[in-house]
């Protein structure tokens, strides 16, 4: 807890507009609470957020799904 980061993947255009993009931010230096953003252009150079998904960030599978125990799920490896 306490900890902050960001990760984005965004696709611009040839004027460096928005298309559309993912952010995965985790702003709360309180608690564990992170967001997962999905993000589209506005046409003018700016963006809005179409959907956002909260999770809490771990290194555990139930809470997230996208760490170290949820890849290996996915290649059917499994550790006591």
């Avoid at 952010?23 to 999905?38: L, M, P, S, Y």
Wanted: proline share 5%; net charge negative; hydrophobic share 40%.
């Amino acid at each position: 807890m306490g900890q902050t980061g960001a990760w984005c993947l965004t696709v611009l255009d040839e004027s460096n507009h928005l298309i559309a993009g993912m952010a995965i931010e985790k702003d709360d230096t309180v608690g564990n609470t992170a967001n997962v953003r999905f993000l589209m252009g506005d046409g003018s150079g700016g963006s809005r957020t179409v959907k956002t998904i909260s999770f809490t960030p771990s290194y555990w599978l139930p809470p997230n799904p996208y760490g170290f125990r949820g890849a290996l799920k996915e290649l059917g490896i499994c550790l006591i």
